[in-house]
C-alpha cells in the first residue's frame, strides 16, 4: 500500500495551491489530509469518503480548503485557496478503512508529506 503525494511548493498569501494523492494496493473507504508546521502538533485538515457523501474540515480551514475524490483513479485532492503564511507544513495524505475527522483517531496509513510554503 502506498499513497504518494504531490503537489507542494511556495507560493504567496492569497494564492492557491492544489494537492494531489495517489493511493495504491488497495482502495479505502477514507482518505484525508494532515499538517504539521514546525514546532507544533500534527493538525487534522480534511477527510472524505469513497463517495464523497462525509466531508470533514478542520476549523482553521474550512471555507478555504476543498476537498475532493476521484473512486475510479483512487485518488484524493485538495483544493487550498486563500492561502496564509500560518497554513505552512509539511502535508500528509491519509487513509484508512473507517472515516476520521481529528487527530482523536489517527488513520491507519500515511505517505510522505509534501511541504508547502506559504510566504508573506
Known amino acids: 500500500v502506498q499513497l504518494q503525494a504531490s503537489g507542494g511548493g511556495l507560493v504567496q498569501a492569497g494564492g492557491s495551491l492544489r494537492l494531489s494523492c495517489a493511493a495504491s494496493g488497495r482502495t479505502f473507504y477514507a482518505m484525508g489530509w494532515f499538517r504539521q508546521a514546525p514546532g507544533k502538533e500534527r493538525e487534522f485538515v480534511a477527510s472524505i469518503n469513497v463517495n464523497g457523501g462525509d466531508l470533514y474540515y478542520g476549523d482553521s480551514v474550512k471555507g478555504r480548503f476543498t476537498i475532493s475524490r476521484d473512486f475510479a483513479d483512487n485518488t484524493v485532492s485538495l483544493q487550498m485557496n486563500s492561502l496564509k503564511p500560518e497554513d505552512t507544513a509539511v502535508y500528509y495524505c491519509?487513509?484508512?478503512?473507517?472515516?476520521?475527522?481529528?487527530?482523536?483517531?489517527?488513520?491507519?496509513?500515511w505517505g510522505k508529506g509534501t511541504l508547502v510554503t506559504v510566504s508573506s
Open positions: 491519509t487513509a484508512d478503512l473507517s472515516l476520521y475527522s481529528s487527530t482523536t483517531a489517527l488513520p491507519l496509513y
